[in-house]
């Protein structure tokens, strides 16, 4: 499968500990965007990266942190996780940097207890 | 600052009746506007985008500058289009940036 890929694909852990999530893109594609969906917030911006470089930074909190490596890959680093961040975490990829069409992975589903 | 809404969380029609999924948007500069749906146990994927002026699945959205509103409609519902729809804005600080969504229930 080609498409964008996301692991794990489903995360259950404890208040206060680590995470990281991690994102394929599709081959080819060099942007990494990645969304958090909580129960009716919708798809809440993140991040993006762009062969490697930051590129936009929506509500992400200080305590989340992303990267996005040589071979393209991304990943997204949740610290001292609260009972809020439970959320369905979705990376999408795209050709181009500006705009145009993403490209979803199934997400990852986080459940913090 | 960017903004998409989408006023409406549920709307349910009846097969064949037409249909219309409300989005607006706040941006000043000239962004491009996207629709998104998800069918369920899918992935999230590309309805539409305002550029190619397409009608997909027999769904059209037309780019209202001035009321900034880009809102979907389709004349005659089919069962298979119930579904998550997600309007979607893409400007040049690669912010893309998504509604709330609206879940769209087709009844026979």
New interface residues.
Partial sequence: DS?VTQTPKHLITATGQRVTLRCSPRSGDLSV?W?QQSL????Q?LI?Y?NGEE??K?NILERFSAQQFPDLHSELNLSSLELGDSALY?C?SSVS??????????GSRLTVL | AQRVT?PE?LLSVFKGAPVELKCNYSYSGSP?L?W?VQYSRQ????LL?HISRESIKGFTADLNKGETSFHLKKPFAQEEDSAMY?C?L?S??????????TRLKVLA
Avoid: H, M, P
């Fill in positions: 498409g965007y969304y009716d917030q919708g798809l911006f993006q762009y590129r936009a929506g979705f999408a940097s500006v705009t145009g069409e993403l490209f979803f992975g199934e | 989408q969380k491009e996207f998104y992935r999230l994927q590309l985008r997600y979607a893409s040049g600080t690669y912010k893309y940036i998504f509604g709330t969504g």
